[in-house]
């Protein structure tokens, strides 16, 4: 048997990352990624242990890239609501010129394997529960600014979530920044997020 053309294995979880994003978790067989590593399976297994781990890997390797990681970034001494808008904002952007559509990885993972998957989704569902915590702490605080009135702060965050996952679903077909940012503009200015004054085009 021909010996095991080496591999880094950071540039391998980004491989990884890459495959699982374009074709979906499913799609991945240890066989095509060991293949497209130039490993054998064993190699493989002993390299991430399983499929499933090293799928964990991969996830917290997007993390600092997702839309998830953004809001964990807002500062809250800042413009909270503003600076939540700016990163739907930019999300918006993200959707529209991923000329492959592949959406959020993090997002299509939930959508695929909460539910069908019993070992990948705890630490997904954890992943959503997680933005939704933060989601919660920004519109407490931007309510401690006086910026935020409403006191039904539960059922806020969670729209918000759901506005996050509808924009990262929905950026996979619409493809005009104008017509996905204002929908989503609306959506945030229903929410009390959102103020004309932020001019943000």
Same mark, same amino acid.
């Given at each position: 048997?021909?010996?095991?053309?080496?591999?880094?294995?950071?540039?391998?979880?980004?491989?990884?990352?890459?495959?699982?994003?374009?074709?979906g978790?499913?799609?991945?067989?240890? #066989?095509?990624?060991?293949e497209?590593?130039?490993?054998?399976?064993?190699?493989f297994?002993?390299?991430?242990?399983?499929?499933?781990?090293?799928?964990?890997?991969?996830?917290?390797r997007?993390?600092?890239?997702?839309?998830?990681?953004?809001?964990?970034?807002?500062?809250?001494?800042?413009?909270?609501?503003?600076?939540?808008?700016?990163?739907?904002?930019?999300?918006?952007? =993200?959707?529209?010129?991923?000329?492959?559509? #592949?959406?959020?990885?993090?997002?299509?993972?939930?959508?695929?394997?909460?539910?069908?998957?019993?070992?990948?989704?705890?630490?997904?569902?954890?992943?959503?529960?997680?933005?939704?915590?933060?989601?919660?702490?920004?519109?407490?605080? =931007?309510?401690?600014?006086?910026?935020?009135?409403?006191? %039904?702060?539960?059922?806020?965050?969670?729209?918000?979530?759901?506005l996050?996952?509808?924009?990262?679903?929905?950026?996979?077909?619409? #493809?005009?920044?104008?017509?996905?940012?204002?929908?989503?503009q609306?959506?945030?200015?229903?929410?009390?997020?959102? %103020?004309? %004054?932020?001019?943000?085009?």
């Amino acid at each position: 048997m021909g010996r095991n053309k080496a591999f880094n294995r950071d540039q391998a979880v980004d491989s990884v990352m890459h495959l699982i994003w374009s074709q979906g978790y499913q799609n991945c067989s240890v #066989k095509a990624v060991s293949e497209m590593l130039g490993i054998t399976r064993s190699s493989f297994y002993h390299s991430f242990g399983s499929m499933e781990s090293l799928f964990i890997e991969v996830l917290k390797r997007y993390y600092i890239h997702s839309p998830f990681c953004a809001f964990d970034q807002i500062n809250e001494q800042s413009d909270i609501l503003k600076e939540i808008c700016t990163v739907f904002q930019n999300i918006c952007v =993200a959707r529209v010129t991923d000329k492959e559509a #592949k959406g959020c990885l993090m997002i299509n993972s939930i959508i695929e394997l909460v539910g069908s998957n019993d070992i990948l989704s705890p630490p997904l569902s954890s992943s959503v529960d997680a933005v939704l915590t933060r989601f919660k702490r920004l519109l407490n605080a =931007a309510k401690m600014q006086g910026k935020f009135n409403d006191n %039904d702060i539960d059922q806020k965050a969670l729209a918000l979530l759901n506005l996050l996952i509808g924009i990262n679903v929905s950026g996979k077909f619409i #493809k005009d920044y104008e017509q996905l940012w204002s929908s989503t503009q609306l959506s945030l200015h229903s929410l009390g997020v959102y %103020d004309t %004054d932020y001019n943000m085009a």
